[in-house]
């Protein structure tokens, strides 16, 4: 090869490689590289104003659905009670009802206390009531007492269960001890039926896009 064409292929080859270096060094970073993640950014934007535009669709269909599960009220597993105060009282009413279905007329099981939790946590979306319950009991009614009041519905949790045995114990309206028997206290409770959160109205602009 000539010594003239060879000398125009390397200068051609050297200025392929200033360009490309060129490129790397100063349009890449400073050009390249910001379209590119402006059209990432971009994309991400959409992506999510489209998954919006789908939750402001569905919108009658959510609080249709909302509107069916408060409807059913205690069939939630939530009390049905709208304040503490009712809800307190249903509690102690459905504790002597199990009670009275386990030990008709005390004859084995009587309840010796139950009050109301005071110092529960400040209201928030699940709002729980509880009644502090001590029972003196035989065992095979302490056991069908716990099993009734946590099988019931709505939901109710027993908790912070102590037992002490005792050698006699006296049931309120029977003069006559009886042998064996438990001394039982726990916290009963259940929860409020929560709030409902307002979802935004839809808009005649986003459903028009939609």
């Not at 050009?31 to 789908?54: G, M, V, W």
Request: overall charge positive; proline content about 8%.
């Amino acid at each position: 090869m000539p010594r003239a064409d060879r000398d125009r292929w390397l200068a051609l080859a050297l200025l392929l490689a200033v360009l490309a270096l060129s490129y790397l060094l100063v349009v890449h970073p400073w050009f390249t590289r910001p379209l590119q993640e402006a059209d990432a950014r971009i994309a991400e934007l959409q992506a999510r104003d489209a998954r919006a535009r789908a939750l402001l669709q569905q919108a009658p269909q959510i609080r249709q659905r909302l509107g069916e599960l408060d409807a059913r009220g205690s069939a939630t597993g939530f009390l049905a009670e709208a304040t503490t105060e009712l809800a307190t009282a249903a509690l102690i009413q459905q504790l002597e009802r199990v009670v009275a279905e386990v030990s008709p007329g005390n004859r084995g099981c009587a309840i010796t206390n139950r009050a109301p939790l005071t110092g529960e946590p400040p209201p928030g979306r699940y709002r729980r009531v509880t009644v502090q319950v001590r029972l003196r009991c035989g065992n095979a009614e302490t056991l069908a007492v716990l099993h009734a009041l946590e099988s019931a519905r709505p939901y109710l949790f027993v908790d912070v269960v102590n037992i002490a045995a005792q050698r006699y114990f006296a049931i309120p309206g029977n003069n006559l001890p009886q042998e064996g028997g438990l001394d039982v206290s726990f916290d009963l409770y259940g929860y409020l039926r929560p709030a409902l959160v307002p979802l935004p109205p839809a808009t005649g602009e986003g459903a028009s896009r939609g």
